[in-house]
């Protein structure tokens, strides 16, 4: 975390109240150049469901970054954010009707995730561009929850039927542009993508050449790119393809974000808590895929302590870290929940009828408000009977 954004999160803690979502422009700006440097000529398709705040993704838009979309709401959020047609990429397993349509009018690319998807893509998005997403059946180094690319996941097509979905989807009418990949979230192992990108290769003499190859996206925090994007232009390469693209998500956007919260109680049962006015509707990484954020007091020196972090919710497994060492947390002192830019506030929700926290953003030196918190009356306002 950068020590000028470190030292400003108390004061934004009571300015804002918590919990609180406060992400570092200048963390996400420095991750992208990061990414353009090793990734040279590929395309961006931001995966925006890391962090789909739409302040963000205009300034991304506005650094030419593309965007990646898995639903109707957030093809609206691409466009809201300045993107057009080619800047976006529509995917998921499961598309409404509705949302080829809309992919269509916009000019958005259309992911194929199944064999049979494409006389329903056709019928609502005729001619569209396509790709194909492959599974490539790997073993994936990440929680079973975020691997995709295991031959039992419901994801994309395997390799044997890749050529049946190439056939089927030019037979309905459809553009073929290229193939895609997307192995899981939080890969540990980039020998994965090294496995991966070699089985996708072994398509191009079935499928012939094509204008685009897809690696997803998936980055583990602590990755080298130089290597893999190197593997990444040999694979588009063996395509024949001129466009390599990749969808980053998390590598963006994670480690420019905290969530701050508050401790409302300490508390002993066999093990000693800090209970906070956050948790599983704030964030619920650490319960659905282990998820293990660092966590510091910003308001003590006192001595270190082990203790829970305990999540507010009226549900055992609402703990958002283990056996954390921290300055010995007290009532009313602020603790920062670290790496939580991505797939934090995304993934909050209503439960337990909370709002969702405010977001901020500090870009030069400033806090800026990107989504205030939700109110109980808004909360409530379409239960109508
Ligand atoms: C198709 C696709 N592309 C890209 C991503 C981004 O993954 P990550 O945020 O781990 O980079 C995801 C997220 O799981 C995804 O489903």
Redesign the pocket.
Known sequence: MRPEFKTRLLQAAKTFGTPLYAYDWQTIATQLERLQTAFGTAKIFY?M??NPNVGILKRLNTLGVGF?A?SGGELERAVLAGATGRQIVM?GPGKLNADYIRAKEIGARIILDNADEAPRAAKYAAGAETLIRVNPGLQVSTHDH?A?GNASSKFGVSLADVPTAVQNAERAGLNVIGLQM?I???IEDPNDYALALERMAGLAKQIGARQVFDM????GLQFDLAPLATLGHQAAHAFGASELWI?????LVAESGVMLTEVLERKRTARAFAVVDSGMSELLRPMLYSAVHPVENLSSTRANTIVDIAGAACESGDILARDVQLADPQPSDILCISVAG??GSSMSSHYLTRPRPTEVLLENQQWVVLRRRDTIEEILRNELE
């Not at 997803?216 to 980055?219: P, T, V």
Request: avoid cysteine.
């Open positions: 995966a469901k890391a990646e898995v995917n975020l995709t997307h899981g979230s939080s997803g996206g998936g980055f969808e980053p998500g998390r590598w991505a797939y």
